[in-house]
């Protein structure tokens, strides 16, 4: 699944220095579970994204393992700690090897 | 198609008790538990599993999970035919041991969070979410 | 055996899961992303006076909190992943005519605001009356050379969302006289016409049993202010035509077919049933 798939992110523009900032990340993905069949009975194969990682200026803020429980169009919201200025960056992993990144920067005052 | 009062009262209870499944525990829970523990003993209290008590619809019902000093949160749901959710390794910079998420539940369910401590231990809280069937909407 | 189904259905759906305690309306207001005011009850129309409806409201009010929640923020609400296709569609050339939207109409939110809120409405060039989706189509076909979309599929519903989201706090208020008093007359009889196996009428539901439920459904007034809407369990945008095919079918008939001159004409008087209510779309419902 490589068709569509767009990221939707909100990190503050700007924080203080070691304060806790909430992340939101949306993106589209149909995350076909494995459990459904087409019209013909066959079982539609399994294809999810199946990691998402946030990490800021090289360091882990959150890696998540996702299921095929995972909603379409996944969805997590989390919190970091933001040091210093930098960039934030996100990636998804898809079950058929493709992989997605985003990027946000965030100024420390 | 005539319905008198019993049967309308009998189909209704029947849809009631239809959408209150009873739980079914099942190796596979038992399997990703062990995984994640390595058998050891699971405690309870200092996390929170937030979800609804009744979801509009089992295809995206939002739950929340929270373990301050928690390194990573595992969710389960026991009554899905894979009992995996997922899970939520947190690293140095997270903010607090605290995520949101959207999960699928097949039906009627508990749905636990396990968090792992620092020190090799293991608390874990639950909680019922009733999914309900349609009616018209389907 | 109408007027036992009738019964029957209020019956059962009295019977159902009690544990859902679910105030009818319990007056919440709804602010999305802390600034748009969302007018989700309103008095009726005056077209509505013998309807036995005085306030008219919004789906949003018939959904649990944690549905709710979702449509408060734009980020949590997952319709907006096609609010963001629909911004590169609107900016991408297509067709013979080497056109985009945006060549013509500029900024979408320059010059889409206000349009959802008056869809659908008469044509007077077309000689009809139009919906969103036909008006989308006609620019694509004969402005831009280009193919028209699907009617309902995710082109069209992502384009909707897209203009709707520009007139999203403004009243509906579609015209019911003039010119296209006929399709809302049309539009008229058929949400009262009763359809298929079970008989049933839009209204059975919509206007003598909201706030009641059927089966474990909340049954909501079916406004259509807040279409296109992000349904849980499509996980993806439905429009409007779309759900009508969806009702039609539950009551076990054949249904109309998306942008049928019929259920133009159903979502002109559905639409007029919501004069009052602020535009809401892209909302989000189970």
């Known amino acids: 699944m490589a068709d569509n798939v767009t990221p939707r992110i909100r990190v503050p523009r700007e924080a203080a220095a070691g304060e806790v900032i909430e992340i939101k990340t949306l993106i589209s993905h149909q995350m076909e579970s494995g459990q459904r069949r087409d019209g013909d009975g066959n079982i539609i194969p399994r294809s999810i994204i199946n990691r998402f990682v946030c990490d800021f200026n090289g360091e882990t803020v959150i890696d998540v393992t996702l299921e095929p429980a995972i909603s379409t169009n996944p969805y997590f919201e989390f919190t970091a700690t933001v040091p210093e200025s930098g960039t934030f960056t996100f990636t998804w992993y898809d079950d058929d090897g493709s992989v997605y990144t985003d990027t946000k920067e965030i100024t420390v005052s | 198609m005539t319905f008198n009062r019993r049967q309308a009262l009998v189909m209704s209870m029947g849809a009631a008790a239809a959408a209150v499944l009873p739980l079914r525990l099942s190796a596979a829970i038992e399997d990703n538990i062990a995984a994640f523990t390595g058998g050891a003993e699971i405690g309870e209290g200092g996390i929170t599993l937030t979800a609804p008590e009744i979801a509009e619809n089992g295809n995206t019902v939002p739950v929340s999970v929270s373990a301050p000093g928690a390194t990573a949160i595992m969710i389960l749901a026991a009554g899905n035919p894979t009992p995996a959710v997922g899970i939520f390794h947190f690293g140095p910079l997270a903010g607090a041991q605290s995520a949101s998420t959207r999960i699928r539940l097949a039906g009627t369910q508990d749905v636990i969070a396990i968090a792992q401590m620092p020190d090799g231990s293991f608390v874990q809280a639950s909680q019922e979410v009733k999914v309900t069937i349609g009616g018209c909407g389907g | ?286």
Not at chain 3, 206 to 223: C, F, K, T, V
Not at chain 3, 257 to 283: H, W
């Open chain 3, 1 to 286: 055996m109408r007027k036992v189904l009738q019964r029957t259905v209020a019956a059962m759906a009295l019977g159902s899961i009690a544990s859902i305690a679910m105030a009818q309306d319990d007056g919440a207001d709804l602010v999305i992303n802390g600034e748009i005011e969302i007018t989700v009850r309103a008095p009726a129309p005056a077209h509505m006076g013998d309807t036995g409806i005085d306030t008219i409201l919004s789906g949003w009010v018939f959904r649990s909190d944690e549905t709710r929640q979702l449509e408060m923020d734009d980020f949590d609400n997952p319709a907006f992943l096609a609010v963001d296709q629909g911004i590169e569609a609107w900016n991408t050339v297509e067709g013979t005519e080497g056109k985009s939207c945006a060549t013509c109409h500029g900024d979408v939110e320059e010059s889409m605001a206000g349009v959802r809120a008056v869809y659908p409405r008469w044509n007077e060039e077309a000689g009809e009356v139009r919906t969103l989706a036909g008006q989308i189509n006609d620019c694509r076909t004969n402005q831009m050379g280009a193919d028209a979309y699907a009617y309902d599929k995710s082109d069209m519903t992502a384009m909707e969302a897209l203009i709707s989201v520009q007139s999203r706090g403004m009243p509906v208020n579609v015209a019911i006289d003039g010119p296209a008093a006929d399709a809302w007359a049309q539009g008229q009889e058929l949400y009262y016409t009763r359809f298929g196996q079970l008989e049933l009428s839009c209204a059975n539901c919509h206007e003598e049993n909201y706030g009641n439920y059927i089966r474990a459904d909340h049954l909501s007034q079916g406004q259509i202010n807040g279409f296109p809407t992000y349904r849980l369990k499509n996980a993806g945008l439905v429009q409007t035509h779309n759900r009508f095919r969806g009702c039609i079918r539950d009551t076990r008939a054949e249904t109309f077919a998306v942008g049928s001159p019929e259920f133009v004409a159903l979502e002109l008087y559905v639409a007029s049933r919501g004069n009052g209510l602020s535009v809401e779309g892209p909302s989000v419902r189970p």
